[in-house]
């Protein structure tokens, strides 16, 4: 049961465009989310996060939305750039206690180019 | 430079055979966890350790052990590799309360098992 989902595999943008990226959750349980950003033979690097308090975030070029009700969340990076070319995951998590403390589950992942 | 280091880098093995993924964080984190990432599936939790001396089970555990050496050190055992296995492996460890919450990942072992 994939609780945090990507449906987009890739994406395909011009340069100076906007690029945005979805991802959508199951779990009514989560209320943390997360972007991180992957480029080849590298290790995932955090990107932007947002609290389920908030219903958007902003930091740079990069701004996360929330939608609580529709349980989805998207990522808007403006203006786009060649070098943000890398597979973008949203992860979701729980700040309550328990076991599940802290456990990121993360989603398929979009591949974003950008072209030039 | 701070942050997760994970050896080796790559390996191929045969069904069979066993080996040990090392993981070491140099950030005072209590957290770490193990993931896997494969085609169309992202990124999977294997096992995680709350703290040292902890590990409890994630979303994929069959087929692995893990050991928490110390408060720096996690590994991933493979006792008996299978071709399933085969897959890009990550180990990350978590930034304490209140911070983000964000892990940072180590660069990856690329795994083959023939």
């Known amino acids: 049961d994939q609780q945090v989902k990507q449906n987009s595999p890739s994406l395909s943008v011009q340069e100076g465009r906007i690029s945005i990226l979805n991802c959508d959750y199951t779990?009514?349980?989560?209320?943390?989310f997360l972007w991180y950003k992957k480029y080849p033979a590298e290790g995932p690097t955090f990107l932007i996060s947002?609290?389920?308090?908030?219903d958007k975030n902003e930091d740079g070029r990069f701004t996360v939305f929330l939608n609580k009700s529709a349980k989805h969340l998207s990522l808007h990076i403006v203006p786009s750039q060649p070098g943000d070319s890398a597979v973008y995951f949203c992860a979701a998590s729980t700040r309550a206690g328990g076991t599940s403390y802290g456990k990121l589950t993360f989603g398929q992942g979009t591949i974003l180019t950008v072209h030039p | 430079n701070a942050g997760v280091t994970q050896t080796p880098k790559f390996q191929v093995l045969k069904t069979g055979q066993s080996m040990t993924l090392q993981c070491a964080q140099d950030m005072n984190h209590n957290s770490m966890y193990w993931y896997r990432q494969d085609p169309g599936m992202g990124l999977r939790l294997i096992y995680y350790?709350?703290?040292?001396?902890?590990?409890d089970k994630g979303e994929v555990p069959n087929g692995y052990n893990v050991s928490r050496l110390n408060k720096r050190e996690f590994s991933l055992r493979l006792e008996s590799a299978a071709p399933s296995q085969t897959s890009v492996y990550f180990c990350?460890?978590?930034?304490?309360?209140?911070?983000?919450?964000?892990?940072?990942f180590g660069s990856g072992t690329r795994l083959t098992v023939v």
């Open positions: 350790s709350a703290s040292e001396g902890t590990t």
């Open positions: 947002i609290s389920s308090i908030k």
């Open positions: 779990n009514s349980m989560f209320d943390y």
């Open positions: 990350a460890s978590r930034t304490p309360r209140p911070n983000n919450y964000g892990y940072t």
